[in-house]
T-cell receptor, first 116, second 115 residues
Framework: NAGVMQNPRHLVRRRGQEARLRCSPMKGHSHVYWYRQLPEEGLKFMVYLQKENIIDESGMPKERFSAEFPKEGPSILRIQQVVRGDSAAYFC??????????????FGSGTRLTVV | AQTVTQSQPEMSVQEAETVTLSCTYDTSESDYYLFWYKQPPSRQMILVIRQEAYKQQNATENRFSVNFQKAAKSFSLKISDSQLGDAAMYFCAYRSGGSNYKLTFGKGTLLTVNP
């Protein structure tokens, strides 16, 4: 089991460009979460998705940010027209639950986005 | 909204000694989960220990144990026989017991282990 795979590990974008961050959940996991970590801060929740559905996007900025988790393929966090303040580490996590039983919550290694 | 507070930005401990990291949280819920995560320089978030709020017994995992005080909304982590590999950022996290599984994190405590 390869765990939660995030790519790229590092991403550099110029101001105004688009950033696409990919997350492949653990095999068998249908819940995906995205978190953002600014320097010297803890992780801040952005969005929670479950196959093709957004369950909770209360932590995601209303403009420029979007997320999807299609039926096939990885989850994508998309940031349009990036600004310097978007520079951060973005973490994905996945989990699976069955009849109330929690089978674990696993993080990827993160993507460090730098906007220049 | 739930909040998690870690009041110690940095802590240090001598190798083989014991250290306790503090965490308090604020919630109006009665059913929830608490976690401690470790983040070494590699950035990988590693689950150290978890506690279900309905369980009175404190969770333990080898050298790691918690002191869960539900009434005081306190959840401290004790690391015994500290090792150099324990050096990392430690984050306390809260999760509601409902169907939304998102985590709320504290700002973290940087633990240094001195040889």
């Amino acid at each position: 089991n390869a765990g939660v795979m995030q790519n790229p590990r590092h991403l550099v974008r110029r101001r105004g460009q688009e950033a696409r961050l990919r997350c492949s959940p653990m095999k068998g996991h249908s819940h995906v979460y995205w978190y953002r970590q600014l320097p010297e801060e803890g992780l801040k929740f952005m969005v929670y998705l479950q196959k093709e559905n957004i369950i909770d996007e209360s932590g995601m900025p209303k403009e420029r940010f979007s997320a999807e988790f299609p039926k096939e393929g990885p989850s994508i966090l998309r940031i349009q027209q990036v600004v310097r303040g978007d520079s951060a580490a973005y973490f994905c996590a996945s989990s699976e639950y069955d009849q109330g039983v929690d089978y674990g919550y696993t993080f990827g290694s993160g993507t460090r986005l730098t906007v220049v | 909204a739930q909040t998690v507070t870690q009041s110690q930005p940095e802590m240090s401990v001598q190798e083989a000694e014991t250290v306790t990291l503090s965490c308090t949280y604020d919630t109006s819920e009665s059913d929830y989960y608490l976690f401690w995560y470790k983040q070494p320089p590699s950035r990988q978030m590693i689950l150290v220990i978890r506690q279900e709020a309905y369980k009175q017994q404190n969770a333990t995992e080898n050298r790691f144990s918690v002191n869960f005080q539900k009434a005081a909304k306190s959840f401290s982590l004790k690391i015994s026989d500290s090792q150099l590999g324990d050096a990392a950022m430690y984050f306390c996290a809260y999760r509601s017991g409902g169907s939304n599984y998102k985590l709320t994190f504290g700002k973290g405590t940087l633990l240094t282990v001195n040889p």
